[in-house]
């Protein structure tokens, strides 16, 4: 009987033992537990830093790679633009050894203009004259660069040569005989200048060579009055009579 007492008072005894035990092992379990969790999210943390700095090279290295795309190619812009100021340089140097040569040029192109237009039979000629003295103001504006000094006159020079190929009537008061009248002058070409009253009872032709009027007879009159009619549309063209100069013997 006493045996079996002690038997359980030692196993009653060793229970509290056991407890104490696995409680120990459970509590020193959950510490490695949670420094595993620290090691791991001391790792994650670690990993994710080194993630991040990897982005940031990798960033790094393609800002570069773009700066060093952007610099050749603007180093080629540069030396593009160099080249482009040579060349402009060579141009401007060329513009003003130009300018030196062009601007006699024009002058005598100007000149023997206006002695044309002095020496041509005259219509027009309070036109022509204006377009020569403009022409001539205009050559001393230094705010009119060469080539447009250049293009005015040759349309000048264009003008002219278009009154060649033309017919034309136009009305004007002019002072003929010590009197003032008022006409129609009609233009042929260069063929022939002629003008008529408004009643149709006077007509003459320019004399080139005499460098004056010649009355027309009345056999003239309805031949430029058909011209005038012509040359304002009101007619279709057709054949008519105009005095001409003969040819002349040298």
Partial sequence: MMKKILISLVCVMSFPLMANTNAANMAEQSGANTDARESQARVDKLDDEAQNLLNEYAQVL??????????????????????????????????????????????????????????????????????????????????????????RILEAYQIENEYGRTIEVYRDTFTANGRDMTVDFLRVGRVSLMYQTLDAKEQAYWDAAQMKWIELPGSFSRSIRDGIRIARQQAAPDLIKVPVLGPQRL
């Fill in 62 to 151: 393609s800002r570069t790679e773009n700066m060093r795309i952007y610099n050749t190619q603007l180093e080629r812009y540069i030396e593009s633009q160099k080249q482009e100021m040579v060349s402009i340089k060579a141009q401007i140097e060329q513009l003003a050894e130009t300018n030196h040569g062009i601007t006699p040029l024009m002058l005598k192109m100007l000149s023997t203009l206006e002695t044309f237009v002095t020496m041509d039979s005259p219509f027009l000629q309070k036109e022509r004259s204006e377009r020569i003295t403009g022409l001539k103001e205009m050559m001393n504006r230094a705010d009119v660069s060469t080539s447009e000094k250049y293009r």
